[in-house]
């Protein structure tokens, strides 16, 4: 189940900045490829996500229940099975590294991918990321202003550095599908997912083959100029 839940969250997050990329697409009159349609959908939900959190303090799970409209109007312009493919279509192209992080987490587990790397900032993402889950930004603030322990003010001031990541692993622990060590890590499989698709688009620039770019994507994505 829980492998299920991580592929239906990252399949969820390329279908909603899919229909975030056609809305700029459709409304600039551009033409766009899909990867490109992908990413701007991606930057389009950060500059929205953020703009909410900090100016408009609505409820995380708020952004998501507006995109409901969006899905309805691209239902009349287009068959939904249609963009239904057009996801799976991606996640095959990002098979490789997605059964890769599933690997990962069959044969290490929760441990392993809590303690990976640098775990102090990976736990100040997670603790700051539950944080937003519960307070809103004035929230926040108030506490950080009301409150005299040192520890806890240093900790609620995390909320101001790259607050992007912990707003995003905080609206994936919103649907209570995962738990919040293996919501960072579904971020985490998000963010490789779209450098891998953004890569690959730029590679195909220059290829002009579909395999070349996959590979040199899928090599970029693995080397150390990512990682």
Known sequence: MLFINIILLVFSALLIFYYLGKILDYFLNTRFDIY????????TFVFLVNLNFFYFNFHLLFLIIILIPIFFFFKIKKK???????????????????????????????????FRGNFYDYFSYLSTALLIKKFSYNEILYLIASNSDDSFINYANFVFARPTAQILISIINSTKLLNI?????????????LTQLAAYSFFYQYTKNNKDANFLSLGFVLSFFYF
């Open 36 to 43: 490109e349609i992908i990413i701007l959908g991606f930057s």
């Open 80 to 114: 939904l099975k249609n963009d239904f493919k057009i996801i799976l279509n991606l996640l095959k192209k990002s098979s490789i590294l997605i059964i890769l992080f599933l690997i990962i987490i069959f044969i290490y587990g929760e441990q392993f991918i809590v």
């Open 181 to 193: 060590f293996y919501s960072g890590y579904t971020f985490k499989l998000i963010c490789v997912v």
